[in-house]
């Protein structure tokens, strides 16, 4: 394939996947200006390495592993401490449930992306694995204490 037919079929595919990118990005996060750098290099990583895509059929799974990625890379350098008030207000995981958006904000952000990819994008456990460079087991352990967990917070509250 060309370089122009190339170029304009990533820009679809970056185009269909712009809203997955931003909700994982975003459970991992939790800051909108840190989601927009992480997706920005998420997306250049991509395109330079296109090449190295044996198969276009899995470059949205592709690519939100390069984005996960990105995500914890800026974690581990900016370790930031986020206050409710800091998160984008607008955005609430398409959950309205304030009480909902503040027990998956107390996750780590592991299991906010386990979380996010199993409910909200629709992946297998199978498929979180090889995102996440993690055994099946670990993922369902993931869900099953982020659910504990959430559980928990949100029962507190009602009592």
């Known amino acids: 394939m060309n370089k122009t037919r190339t170029d304009a079929w990533f820009a679809r595919e970056i185009e269909a996947a712009e809203a997955s990118m931003f909700r ?9 200006t840190d989601v927009e750098d992480a997706t920005q290099s998420a997306i250049l990583k991509a395109y330079d390495r296109l090449g190295t895509l044996a198969d276009r059929k899995i ?3 592709w690519l939100i592993r390069i984005l996960k990625n990105e995500c914890f890379d800026i974690l581990r350098s900016r ?13 609430e995981m398409q959950v309205p449930d304030l009480d909902l958006n ?11 992306l386990t979380v996010t990819l199993f409910y909200f994008e629709g992946y297998k456990t199978a498929e979180i694995a090889k ?10 352990s993931r869900l099953s204490r982020a659910r504990a967990s959430m559980k928990s917070i949100l029962t507190e509250k009602e009592q």
């Open 59 to 61: 470059f949205r799974t």
């Open 79 to 91: 370790r930031p401490i986020i206050a409710l008030d800091d998160c984008d207000p607008g955005y």
């Open 24 to 32: 994982v990005a975003f459970a991992i996060l939790r800051n909108r």
């Open 102 to 112: 503040r027990a998956f904000d107390t996750l780590s952000p592991e299991e906010r």
């Open 131 to 140: 995102l996440t460079d993690v055994s099946e087991g670990t993922v369902r």
